[in-house]
């Protein structure tokens, strides 16, 4: 099945404004950068989807936490 470059956009209704609990985050991907909205797609570990816009800052904690965790060896 050929999926549409544009399925990783991220749209108005497809955003969230809470909090996500970081133990509920199974990966995050940053949308591509043909897409109008800068924005991450996260997913849950049940399989949801949401949009959280990039500049959000319990994600920038999150995706520094990831970062410094990932580099330690």
Do not use: N
Request: with cysteine; net charge positive.
């Amino acid at each position: 099945s050929v999926r549409s470059p544009y399925g990783a956009c991220c749209y108005k209704e497809m955003f969230v404004r809470q909090k996500i609990p970081a133990f509920l985050i199974r990966s995050y991907q940053k949308t591509p950068s043909h897409c109008s909205r800068k924005a991450v797609r996260v997913e849950l570990l049940k399989g949801k989807k949401f949009c959280v816009d990039w500049e959000e800052g319990w994600f920038q904690q999150y995706r520094q936490q990831q970062e410094s965790t990932s580099t330690s060896t």
